[in-house]
């Protein structure tokens, strides 16, 4: 038995779902679970929908509908009118409905759940209901079934003991039955059946759950892209294709934010020596890569950048120095609002942490601590991960860019950056000079 991930991308339009189509016909008599993501951007559009109806803007009603028309439009290029799939999808749009004839929910991340989840719920159905009709016999599945998790929306924990019975429950019997099983990535749900996401890009992760609960000999990733590549082919040029890379690599490369594989998802594998490839949906025959054992190899530069952080320079009010008790405070409101440190360094009397830009979280941490600490904020920057990191490329990754600070440990750099104009970066430069 194997698992198979399809994500966004591969499900764009029409022609999308097609060639996932075509590329499943080439596993028709094998065992297999499909775990597919929103089609598209879908999940952005989800996600401007909650904005508005948190807001009250107004705008939220007629949002969600350009979203239920652009999948109507793409299930008209794959049905015939009448077909029970437009009945089925439209109950799921409903779902969603009801939840915007309410007020808005007081906890943001609770309501984001029970509306980004339809993404998922809409592109799992018009899949299956695809697959059904050329002959591929699919069984749907809601991930809500199996995936049980705490109530931390918006970054469900997973429970384990719960999933993996409700694996042996809920799935085991679709895969005796023959046939593809498909179901959502990115969701399960709470004791209390309240939908939950598993993080931002988290279908990988859900895959991954389904292959170490059923014991799968094999988890496939389907992207546009050749395999894991060193560099972002969207920022760099003459990027390389990893043949091959150990668990070990592939936990640091997600862990600095690799953007190729969601973080969670390699822990899983490796605790059952899973193998897990990366292939492209555009080259169905080409090797990928692979990701296996923990055997090192040589890697060239691998290099990933995180755009949209900020830097948080954080001083006691009284200039005192900042001691072990302060930064126990701090890092558990950080563990609290979830937002994750990807950089730090201190003074004597102050603090300088690296972290995503989530606006409201970082509102409410300024005027949680501003009672003890003064906080000053610079946004707009981005942290440049190197590992197996050279001097040639950290030089070039250099060229027109102000670094703030970086670090250096044994096979990884790391800096924050600031893109800036070359006469804004020597006045600067000057400046600081001066003291």
Known sequence: MNVFKFGGASLKDAAGVKNVASILQRYASDSLVVVVSAMGKSTNALEAVVAAHA???????ALYQALKE????????????????FNIVNDTFVEGDWVLEEKPAEDYDYMYDQIVCVGELVSSKITAAYLNKIGLRTHWLDARDVVATDNTYREGWVIWDKTKANTQKNVAPLLAKRGFVLTQGFIGATSENFTTTLGREGSDYSAAIFSYCLDAESMSIWKDVPGVLNADPRLFENVVKLDRLSYKEAIEMTYYGAQ???PKTIKPLQNKNIPLFVKSFLDPAAPGTEISSDTEEAYPPIIVVEKNQALLHISTNDYSFVAEQHMARLFAKLAELRLFVNMMQNTAISFTICVPNVPERLVKFVKDVSDEFRVKQENDLELITIRHYNEETIATLKKGKMVLFEERIRNTMQMVVKNVPAIERRTVELERAKG
């Open 55 to 61: 807001k009250q803007t107004g705008e939220a009603p």
């Open 70 to 85: 652009h999948h109507y439009a793409i299930m008209r290029e794959l049905f015939e009118p009448g077909d029970d799939v």
């Open 260 to 262: 190729v594989i969601h």
